[in-house]
């Protein structure tokens, strides 16, 4: 396990290359085509979740995934304010929470990252356009490549849900959390704690939470793979 210190660290360096692609001067941010990736990608992977969801076990535990993992909204507040607070919740979290919200952010960066580089790949292709389908997403994914950090983007994913299915186990950590929410909503991190306690609350109900996110990593891996590969319906 990371020591607090090198947590810190982490966190501080995932957070500066939030910033950095969240600035309003970076370009990218507003191109067209960024909100309506963002769209299309959430329906797809309502689409892709549609067994989980109809699970009532996983069905809490996907909607979690669906809105506050792989959403479509701007989680930019949530993670920078972070920023502000890092030594406090050195002092009030566990590491192994606090690593979870490390992969968070991560993910979050990494995503946004290689959301401009579609958003960009898209806009040539198909500047006219402004509507999305499956077709000219795979074009744009293939355009974008990088498959090293597509696979690093469904090891944060995997890490993200383990993370949170250790610490449910962990004796006193839900008990921390609710005695927190008065103190993070005072400091600025109710949406990062709302986000640690409906993550709690699904993964809670779940049961094998390494299971569902164990087959959640394998269809993932495998709808990149037939993206890359060209595959004409790498989604069924």
Known sequence: MARPSSIGERLGRRLA???ALHDPREPRNG?????ELRRWQAARLERSFGHFLADPKRRGA???FLTDVYGDQDFSRRDANVAKVVPMMQRLLPAAVLETVADAIELGALTHALDLRMAEALDSLAPRRKRLDEALYARAYRQTGHPRLRARQIDLIAQLGVGLARAVKM???LTLLKLSRG???ATGLGELQGFLERGFAAFSALGDGKAFVRDIEQAEREVSRRLFAGDPAPFD
């Open 17 to 19: 290359c939030h910033q």
């Open 31 to 35: 191109l067209a085509w960024l909100p």
């Open 62 to 64: 996907a909607m979690f």
């Open 171 to 173: 004796p006193g950590v």
């Open 183 to 185: 103190p993070a909503k």
